[in-house]
């Protein structure tokens, strides 16, 4: 049995992830923003959480408490473009500041743990029309995005340097049950108000993105976290695109009542035309993702239509 | 007259550029690590020199006393590649926490402060046997040209995202009169007290630098401060390389006694065979250096010389 650190336990990925890895017999410990009753953080999967920042003081009294971790996934960090875009600082500080201290603390403490970092396909920024492999360089146009590719320089320069064992995964676009925000929950909010049978959505429809569900995010991360040899970045999507326009209709086919979608045409800034992952490398390593989007998107109208109950 | 602000002024270049840009006729500010004594920062040309971390408080204590900035050299960040590997997290927090800091102020408080960001060759790496353009992707192997190239990246977010003025000067091998370390300094503190009349050196002499002596740094950073169009990136180099054994040949022929110069032929973690700037991005922006090394090297043993009186 292993002990598993989830830094931003608290968040939608932590949450699902936590349950995903205690199912796998391992013991996890979390830590980050947000206070959390036993009871709550339990039926999560944690043995503990630990309110605080990722700071040396935090990340000591964690190890004091529960011994060292064996792995660490290290999802603490600014979670959307648009606030980075707000508040940049704010942004900087979550993603780039809490992973200086806590790639820091493992050399300093820790030097045989395994370190997964959750970056974002955003590092890529826009103007693929085709699916993007991990080696391809390119101008994020967000300080989410470009704080993410800091984080992943973080981790290049303490692997290089130090040889600690670290990997990173660049997430696409995530979903799943639970999940508050983002475009699943917006649309579902409009269909549940919708009063005249249409919702209006942002854009042209036309983006196109790769849509990994929440529970195929946790088997990849826990797939390359316990490879023999980590790799250095690794593309977390299926490779393949659906556009905003089809994943709309998903969910109103799934919700069972007519409604007609109208976008406003109007892209917002931070929006890319394609963010498709080129899924070589997983693949080589065995990873195969099980949810289609069809699925998938029945899952999400379920979990939101009998919460709201 | 423009109101030009120097963080980290009283390193080597921050006090030759203080002098130099003072006797542009503008007025210099500094601020950063350092107490300092008014006799002396005026003798290197700052009107006032703040003696501070670069953070939100200080950078706005400045502007109330002395006006906002229209440009800002900021040369404030960790200075070498070995104290980086030796302590990688206080480097991280002189070169990118300080620049995260001073451009979120700009951004909040002075939108058309124009800021030029030193950074270094070392954020191309190694592996390199041709002069390196502007362009070129490579992988960092210390801490220090790591943090560099994440102080590039906030540059760009700041760039592309809030369309501030900003520009980065990658340094090469900067040298003159002033400089209490490094290659130029060591050789000149073994040939002083060399007993035998031979010289030990680190590495195999064959390494080759670009040299860029402190002169032609300084005109360079005001140039490129200065034009219409701040470039994103440029080579702050001369184009010509020059092997650390003819540099030490040049150092012993101007000290001017005849010294054995032996080399151990242990390379040093951190030391790439060649970095070589390709100069054609600054040579289109009109710029040429002006001292060619060996006057440069005479120039600095004179002032060693002298300087020990």
Redesign the interface.
Known sequence: MSSIWITGGKGFIGRHLAQFVAGNSQTVHGLGHGAWVEDEFSACGFKSWLNAEIDFASLSHLAASSGLPDIIFHLAGGSAVGPS?QN??ED?QRT??TT??LL?WV?QHSHQTRVIGASSAAVYGSGFSTPIPENT?A?????YG??K??LE??F???R??YGLKLGIVRLYSIYGPGLEKQLLWDICQKLEKSANGEILLHGTGQELRDWLHIKDTCSLLWKVATLPDLPQVINGGTGKSTSIFDIAHLVSDAWGEKHKVVFNGIGRKGDPASLVADTTLSQQLGYTPSINIQDGIKGVVHWYRERSR
Chains 1, 2 share one sequence.
Not at 139 to 143: G, L, Q, T, V
């Open positions: 875009i940049p600082y900087f780039v500041e200086a201290r820091e050399r360089h101008m994020p146009f967000s300080p470009f704080h590719a800091m320089k973080l290049d320069s303490y290089e340097t």
